[in-house]
T-cell receptor, first 110, second 115 residues
Framework: GQNIDQPTEMTATEGAIVQINCTYQTSGFNGLFWYQQHAGEAPTFLSYNVLDGLEEKGRFSSFLSRSKGYSYLLLKELQMKDSASYLCAVSYTNAGKSTFGDGTTLTVKP | DADVTQTPRNRITKTGKRIMLECSQTKGHDRMYWYRQDPGLGLRLIYYSFDVKDINKGEISDGYSVSRQAQAKFSLSLESAIPNQTALYFC??????????????FGPGTRLTVL
């Protein structure tokens, strides 16, 4: 299979930094995506990594290591509105489409 | 206006009824997807279509069927609804030639309850 593993839940404090990890099978890797989903709403695209390294976009950054089958999403200066589920998804060459992880529910506390 | 729309947004129906959920997009994307999401769980792929003449089963296609009427429209049908099909259903689109790979754009979702 093409299991994607990420922690089920995380808690952090407003203003802090949190890192959400994602591991995946490397064979046939063709791209990694992070999405944010607030409760009861649709997922929205956050980032796309296809090459190794860090992609920064405002308070959010995403890192990829293709050889290790590892990515993380880094959220800085946490705000209450960042409380949401964060989905890691990977596309593979043979399938073309993405496979989603089960998501990490992040709770930001005052 | 939203780029990906779903109708209806909410639906309550009874066991055994036939239900159709519709998805339309104005993004001009070739790829379209149907997912279901159960409380506290991730997205599970039901069907996907890479173009009008291409339809593929996802991981949980039993009990569902789809129709790709045009590039912009992808409908999901439950032939005979059952209570365990109660879930939140999402349609999504992507443009693999955009330089962003399979980045997907989701509709607002349809909340379906089967009594």
């Amino acid at each position: 299979g093409q299991n994607i593993d990420q922690p089920t839940e995380m808690t952090a404090t407003e203003g802090a930094i949190v890192q959400i990890n994602c591991t995946y099978q490397t064979s046939g890797f063709n791209g990694l995506f992070w999405y944010q989903q607030h409760a009861g709403e649709a997922p929205t695209f956050l980032s796309y990594n296809v090459l190794d390294g860090l992609e920064e976009k405002g308070r959010f950054s995403s890192f990829l290591s293709r050889s290790k089958g590892y990515s993380y999403l880094l959220l800085k200066e946490l705000q209450m509105k960042d409380s949401a589920s964060y989905l890691c998804a990977v596309s593979y060459t043979n399938a073309g489409k993405s496979t989603f992880g089960d998501g990490t529910t992040l709770t930001v506390k005052p | 206006d939203a780029d990906v729309t779903q109708t209806p947004r909410n639906r309550i129906t009874k066991t055994g009824k036939r239900i159709m959920l519709e998805c339309s997009q104005t993004k001009g994307h070739d790829r379209m997807y149907w997912y279901r999401q159960d409380p506290g769980l991730g997205l599970r792929l039901i069907y996907y279509s890479f173009d009008v003449k291409d339809i593929n089963k996802g991981e949980i296609s039993d009990g569902y069927s789809v129709s790709r009427q045009a590039q912009a429209k992808f409908s999901l049908s439950l032939e005979s609804a059952i209570p365990n099909q109660t879930a939140l259903y999402f349609c999504a689109t992507s443009d693999f030639n955009s330089g962003r790979g399979d980045t997907q754009y989701f509709g607002p979702g349809t909340r379906l309850t089967v009594l």
